[in-house]
Structures are given as structure tokens and as C-alpha cells.
């Protein structure tokens, strides 16, 4: 298979940073992608690694390692609004762009 | 900014009915995909097209049927709708260059 391994539940405080991590497996990777999802809501678009190194994009930062099949999502100054389900999802050679899912991190914000 | 859109958003519907969901982009999107969610789970690829006249079944085994006649239009037909269909469906366009954008979808309750 194709597992991807994130954390299911974080919790932090407003203004706080939080680190979400996730593993894939290396065979045949191509790209990652997180995603942001509010309850009841469509997924958006946060970030794309497909090089080692750190992507950043106001508030939000992606990591990738391609060689140890590992990402992260960085959120800094935590916001209430910021609290959804953090997707993460990887495109593998072949696939055509389709993206398998990751399982979700649920984060909660706390005042 | 994404433009895709489903209906309905959400539906209830009784054991046997045959219902189809719609699904319409207008970005010129080739490529497009359903997924089905279920409640604080992962997101399970059942269909995708390529382009026109072009479907393939996705990784999760599903009773549903698919047709892309246009490119703008992807809807998702079950022939007699049982409990077991209950989920959330989310359909979602990209291509080659650009990152899936996933619809508000519809939140199917069969009764």
C-alpha cells in the first residue's frame, strides 16, 4: 500500500507554534500536498513540496525529505481559526496527479 | 480562484432511489475526480476522468457510475441508493500544473 502517517489529534494555544507531522511511504513518490479542512467543509489548498527544503507561505511552512519520506506543516501565531483537519497528501509516479489521503490531524486552537 | 460547484449540498433520500450528483467546473479542468469522506476519515478516491469520455475507477471499490460528455461537467449517478452510501462526496478538478480544487460537495443521507 500507500500509507500515509499523521497524527490524528494536536492541540495548542492561540499564538503558539505547531508542528504537524507526516510519513509516507518512499516507493514511487512524486509530490506532497497539505490541505486545510474546516468541519463540514471542501478541503483548500495550503502547500506543495516536491524538492527537499521548506516552503513558506505567510503563517504556514512545509517540509519535505524526500529521502526519509517525511513532511511537516509548521503553523506560527496560531489563530482560533485556524483549528481543522490538516490533510496531508501525496501524488505518486504514475498516478496522474491523483492524491492519496493521509487520515487527517485534527487540530484544536485554545484561547 | 477555484470555481467548482456541486449539487445539491445536501440530500436525503430513501433505499432504492436512483440519484445523481452534480458536478460542474469552469476553469477548463481535463482532469477531475469524486472522492467520498466519511465523518473525521480520509478521503477515498472512487472515480476520475482524464477528459472527455475518459473514466476510471479510483482505489475504493464503489457501486456508483461516472460520465464526462463534457469537459465542464463530471456527475456521479447510483442506480438504486442504499444506507451504505451515506457519506459526504466531494468532487475536485485540476491539471497538470495546478493542485486538485475540491467543490463544497454533498452530504448523502439514505434513509
Known amino acids: 500500500g500507500q500509507n500515509i502517517d499523521q497524527p490524528t489529534e494536536m492541540t495548542a494555544t492561540e499564538g503558539a507554534i505547531v508542528q504537524i507531522n507526516c510519513t509516507y511511504q518512499?516507493?514511487?513518490?512524486?509530490?506532497l500536498f497539505w490541505y486545510q479542512q474546516h468541519a463540514g467543509e471542501a478541503p483548500t489548498f495550503l502547500s506543495y513540496?516536491?524538492?527537499?527544503g521548506l516552503e513558506e507561505k505567510g503563517r504556514f511552512s512545509s517540509f519535505l525529505s524526500r529521502s526519509k519520506g517525511y513532511s511537516y506543516l509548521l503553523l506560527k501565531e496560531l489563530q482560533m481559526k485556524d483549528s481543522a483537519s490538516y490533510l496531508c497528501?501525496?501524488?505518486?509516479?504514475?498516478?496522474?496527479?491523483?492524491?492519496?489521503f493521509g487520515s487527517g490531524t485534527q487540530l484544536t486552537v485554545l484561547p | 480562484e477555484a470555481d467548482i460547484y456541486q449539487t445539491p449540498r445536501y440530500l436525503v433520500i430513501g433505499t432504492g432511489k436512483k440519484i445523481t450528483l452534480e458536478c460542474s467546473q469552469t476553469?477548463?479542468?481535463?482532469?477531475m475526480y469524486w472522492y467520498q469522506q466519511d465523518p473525521g476519515m480520509e478521503l477515498h478516491l472512487i472515480h476520475y476522468?482524464?477528459?472527455?469520455?475518459?473514466?476510471e475507477k479510483g482505489d475504493l471499490s464503489s457501486e456508483s457510475t461516472v460520465s464526462r460528455i463534457r469537459t465542464e461537467h463530471f456527475p456521479l449517478t447510483l442506480e438504486s441508493a442504499r444506507p451504505s452510501h451515506t457519506s459526504q462526496y466531494l468532487c475536485?478538478?485540476?491539471?497538470?500544473?495546478?493542485?486538485?480544487?475540491f467543490g463544497n460537495g454533498t452530504r448523502l443521507t439514505v434513509t
Open positions: 497528501a501525496v501524488t505518486f509516479v504514475g498516478s496522474a496527479r491523483q492524491l492519496t
Open positions: 475536485a478538478s485540476s491539471t497538470i500544473y495546478s493542485p486538485l480544487h
Open positions: 518512499t516507493s514511487g513518490f512524486n509530490g
Open positions: 513540496n516536491v524538492l527537499d
Open positions: 476553469m477548463g479542468h481535463d482532469k
Open positions: 476522468s482524464y477528459g472527455v469520455n475518459s473514466t
